[in-house]
């Protein structure tokens, strides 16, 4: 990879490295290697800078769900993480910045389709993910992921805001206190064909809010 690769990259993700080799290595696929009768001991494959990204975007994106959805449960949290770094998600974002252009393959994986495999670039994202955080640390993470996947977290934040008041009670209540709200009639008054109901509901016995109107939802 030229220096002028190297320029177009940072440009792209705005993060210069300090050491350059950690982006090269970033973009060096097994099967260039394979291909390779003889090359510097300095250039190795994408793979362990993988297996850091990965976790190192699995803990900034749990941190992030865990602050932004205070009220949901452990469950789905799990699931809301799992639509965030999965493959098609990590693959698009590569795609976005146009990651698969500065891959080193063998021939082989070239003429295949390598460039432009979803697998391929998912992996590719998450090397450049560890590489990001080796070189500059996990606040140049935080930038760079939630920069790329704030239409996604706001997504999922809407989708979080048109639960009824009645569920996300019950997500605050089960996951401060402990408990499920219950709910009962404190009073119900006026006629059968014009009832006006008063409803108490409670968290482990203890009052926590009164409504009423018409009906008893």
């Known amino acids: 990879m030229d220096p002028g690769n190297y320029q177009a990259i940072e440009r792209t993700i705005g993060i210069q490295f300090n050491d350059k080799q950690l982006l090269l290595q970033a973009f060096v696929?097994?099967?260039?290697l394979n291909e390779l009768l003889d090359h510097d001991e300095e250039l190795v494959d994408n793979e362990r800078l993988e297996f850091l990204g990965d976790a190192v975007l699995g803990y900034v994106v749990s941190e992030q769900l865990y602050l932004l959805f205070p009220y949901v449960d452990e469950g789905?949290?799990?699931?809301?993480?799992?639509a965030l770094v999965r493959r098609?998600?990590?693959a698009r974002l590569a795609e976005e910045l146009d990651l698969g252009e500065y891959l080193k393959l063998g021939h082989g994986e070239e003429e295949s389709g390598g460039r432009t495999r979803r697998a391929t670039l998912c992996a590719t994202f998450e090397a450049l993910v560890g590489a990001v955080y080796l070189d500059q640390g996990i606040e140049a993470v935080r930038r760079l992921v939630f920069g790329l996947l704030r239409v996604d977290i706001e997504r999922l934040r809407a989708v979080d805001d048109t639960?009824?008041?009645?569920?996300?009670?019950?997500?605050w209540a089960q996951a401060t206190k402990g408990y499920t709200p219950r709910y009962k009639v404190a009073e119900a008054l006026g006629p059968d064909h014009a009832k006006?109901?008063?409803m108490l509901v409670q968290i482990n016995g203890e009052p926590f809010g009164v409504g009423q109107g018409r009906?008893?939802?």
């Open 76 to 82: 789905e949290l799990t699931n809301l993480r799992s």
């Open 88 to 90: 098609e998600t990590l």
């Open 196 to 198: 006006h109901f008063v």
């Open 215 to 217: 009906s008893k939802q």
């Open 163 to 171: 639960k009824d008041p009645k569920s996300r009670l019950q997500e």
């Open 29 to 32: 696929h097994r099967s260039f």
